[in-house]
């Protein structure tokens, strides 16, 4: 798949030789963390595709990860930067993750900028560029 962060699927087997499947659980539960505290730390930057080599409904490729930085180090209008955040913060909010789930929408938020290369870095956000 084209633009897409999926690979080739892989596997592992685990063997417990205790009659406790714990050992197994808690190496899992590590792993899972480890991931999404990695995920957690970058921002996703990505770009239109070209209209020739879209997919049916991909229309943007992840063009590089950056790590996250802090929002003080972002230069933008500071107007701007203060709705922006505020939107983040009732985005982050428990109350609005569960009116996403009430109506059965796909909780998340993405950011497209226009412009100069800007980069936008919080948690569980994706940043989309456009020249």
């Known amino acids: 798949m084209r633009g897409s962060d999926f690979r080739e699927a892989e596997s592992i087997r685990l063997t417990c030789i205790e009659r406790s499947s714990q050992p197994i659980k808690n190496l899992m539960k590590d792993c899972r963390n480890h991931y999404h505290n990695k995920k957690i730390a970058l921002t996703v930057v990505r ?9 049916e409904h991909n229309m943007w490729q992840k063009v590089a990860t950056r790590p996250s930085r802090s929002m003080h180090t972002v230069v933008l ?8 955040l505020e939107d983040i913060n009732e985005y982050l909010h428990s109350a609005t ?17 226009h412009g100069v290369s800007i980069i936008l870095s919080q948690r569980s956000l994706n940043v989309f560029y456009s020249c």
């Open 97 to 113: 993750l569960r009116w996403y789930v009430d109506r059965d929408i796909p909780y998340r938020r993405e950011y497209l900028f």
């Open 47 to 55: 770009r239109p595709i070209s209209k020739e080599n879209r997919e």
């Open 77 to 84: 209008n500071h107007d701007e930067k203060t709705r922006i």
